[in-house]
């Protein structure tokens, strides 16, 4: 699954640039095949960084599969943990330490440049990523649920993140308005859910 956390410095006059994983199925999504297209598409990267983290021995199994193999309290641990990697494989520490380097040097000067991006990658990777921004604690990250396919957007201004909207789950309240008028509306969502 892929979900989605957007940045942007201002609304008006910025080239975004879009960064995803290096899956085959991204590239294949990402190929332009006219020149002329290609003169006034927005600018896809891909970086490793922001893949998703590796499960290691854990790969390409089931959940049953790997309950059966290690035992679901061990799974359990290895997926919920921040810090305890599965057998040759990543923990979410591990990932953050990739993710967010590439964030800060990757990223970050592309916001300072005035571009607005936007990061369409793994779960844990973008979980990284909102844990540097949000500065959540390793407990906190661990239970942050994304919804995919509803994007987080924030705000670089002044050399700091400011987050408009939060991830709440995959309903209409879930959409971070930019304009005017769906600021109103997400104002509006917001105050039915608290």
Not at 64 to 74: I, L, M, N, S, Y
Not at 108 to 128: E, F, M, T, Y
């Amino acid at each position: 699954m892929t979900a989605m956390l957007a940045m942007t410095q201002h609304r008006r006059k910025k080239v975004p640039v879009v960064i995803h994983n290096e899956s085959e199925q991204a590239k294949a999504w990402s190929t332009i095949y006219s020149e002329d297209t290609t003169n006034q598409s927005i600018p896809v990267l891909t970086a490793w960084q922001l893949n998703e983290r590796m499960y290691g021995e854990l790969q390409g199994l089931n959940k049953q599969e790997t309950a059966d193999r290690f035992g679901k309290e061990k799974v359990h641990q290895w997926r919920r943990s921040y810090d305890i990697p599965p057998p040759n494989g990543e923990s979410l520490e591990m990932c953050a330490e990739r993710a967010v380097a590439y964030f800060k040097e990757q990223i970050v000067p592309q916001l300072h440049c005035g571009k607005n991006v936007l990061i369409a990658a793994h779960g844990n990777s973008l979980r990284s990523i909102i844990m540097y921004l949000d500065k959540l604690s390793s407990q906190e990250v661990i239970s942050l649920e994304l919804s995919t396919g509803i994007p987080m957007l924030y705000i670089f201004k002044e050399g700091k993140f400011l987050r408009r909207g939060s991830p709440i789950g995959p309903s209409e309240a879930g959409v971070y308005a930019v304009t005017k008028n769906l600021a109103l509306y997400r104002q509006k969502l917001d105050d039915m859910i608290h």
